[in-house]
């Protein structure tokens, strides 16, 4: 793989840090800016909404732009909102960052997958988009566990400091080792991404995803306080539960990438939905003991990101049957839709918080990932009703969001 692809992964690794290390940091943020604990929650909302407006609507206005030139910007833009983030003053000052920071996201993941193909010879370009966006995965597993470790040593501004030098570094690699000569396809105008969400079915797929990850996230954002108040765990703690977290989450993408290439994407859905929302159910009973909270989160892990390669597989597979000269709008639709889905459950999670109480986060996102088990069931049925059988895809390459 070319040198310029691993400045893309470590763009990708930065990237997903800022985005995950949030929710291990929320305690610490409200107490050092005097905001309360669903406020401070609100922050992985509005990053959430900054993805998913930036990924259609940034990406279809800067279509125009040469690739090397946007990746460059992009990169720009995120070492800001995070710099921003360093020197925020207050809660507003940062909310803004956040924003800045998530809009970046949303265009480079747009157009990462792009560039990645670009780079290598057309038989490798999935190797080439797995390895970009394992990114992710590692930063879920090393950089946001890290990321919490210095926010709770060294102030929360250390840890947004820290992704900017990250920042720094993969803009400098991506300006050296990535040519200037990547080829750009034609973008997609907003009215023709438009037109796909005209789509039933299609919508069907993207409720999925909004309902299957809304539900995890009205508990997730609030992980840390759980674990602190009501399992116990001191805050340096908080930390080490992330990264048993990004560990599982690992296996749990490539157990659901393999459960999908085997059954196919409904069929896995409907496992990994029912799986996820047991495990969440079992979190309102388990969290009161410091073991069982362990062992939970473990399985909360190995769940929480298994139904990314089901429902990618299956929006594509969809996106032939219903708009086959828009399948990569449809994809990318869905990117959003996932990240309308945390914004949405991030939000939900603060009111919860602040109306009923922490503890009530868990089996409410239980109830609404039991809606999205419900859409899917919906959706397979629909399928068998017009005489369609999904083959399983290879969804054991896709990655996370």
Not at 144 to 149: A, R
Not at 233 to 242: D, I, R
Not at 285 to 310: C, S
Request: contains cysteine; charged residues 5%.
């Amino acid at each position: 793989m070319p040198l310029a692809l691993w400045a893309l992964t470590l763009s990708a690794f930065a990237i997903g840090t800022t985005e995950f290390v949030i929710v291990g940091l929320i305690p610490t943020i409200a107490s050092s800016l005097g905001v309360s604990v669903p406020s401070a929650g609100l922050l992985v909302s509005l990053y959430a909404l900054g993805v998913a407006v930036g990924a259609p609507v940034l990406t279809a206005l800067t279509g125009k732009l040469p690739r090397k030139q946007l990746l460059l910007g992009l990169m720009a833009l995120f070492t800001i909102g995070n710099l921003v983030a360093w020197m925020a003053p207050n809660y507003a000052s940062l909310m803004a960052a956040r924003v800045l920071t998530g809009l970046a996201h949303g265009v480079f993941f747009s157009i990462g997958s792009t560039i990645a193909t670009g780079l290598v010879a057309k038989d490798k370009a999935a190797s080439a988009i797995a390895l970009m966006f394992s990114g992710l995965t590692v930063a879920l597993v090393t950089g946001v566990p890290l990321g919490t470790f210095i926010g709770q040593h060294l102030g929360w501004q250390s840890t947004f400091l820290a992704v900017s030098a990250l920042g720094v570094i993969a803009f400098i690699g991506c300006a050296v080792l990535t040519p200037s000569t990547i080829a750009s396809s034609k973008p997609a105008s907003l009215l023709t991404q438009m037109a796909v969400l005209k789509k039933p079915r299609l919508l069907l797929v993207y409720a999925m995803t909004a309902m299957g990850y809304g539900g995890s996230f009205i508990a997730f954002t609030y992980l840390a306080p759980i674990l602190q108040d009501i399992s116990g765990f001191s805050a340096n703690a908080v930390g080490l539960m992330m990264l048993v977290y990004g560990v599982s989450v690992t296996f749990g993408n490539i157990w659901g990438g393999k459960l999908a290439d085997k059954k196919g994407p409904v069929a896995a859905l409907q496992i990994v939905f029912a799986l996820l929302a047991l495990v969440l159910l079992v979190l309102t009973f388990t969290a009161h003991n410091k073991w069982l909270a362990l062992l939970t989160v473990l399985a909360w892990g190995a769940v929480a990101f298994g139904n990314v390669p089901g429902l990618q597989v299956y929006v594509v597979q969809r996106a032939e049957q219903d708009a086959p000269q828009a399948v990569d709008v449809a994809s990318g639709l869905n990117i959003a839709a996932f990240n309308v889905g945390i914004a949405v459950g991030a939000w939900a999670g603060g009111l919860i918080v602040s109306h009923i109480g922490l503890m009530h986060t868990p089996w409410i996102g239980a109830l609404v990932v039991v809606g999205a088990w419900g859409l899917t069931t919906l959706a397979g049925r629909l399928d068998k009703a017009d005489g369609i059988s999904f083959v399983p895809g290879q969804a054991s390459a896709v990655a996370t969001h």
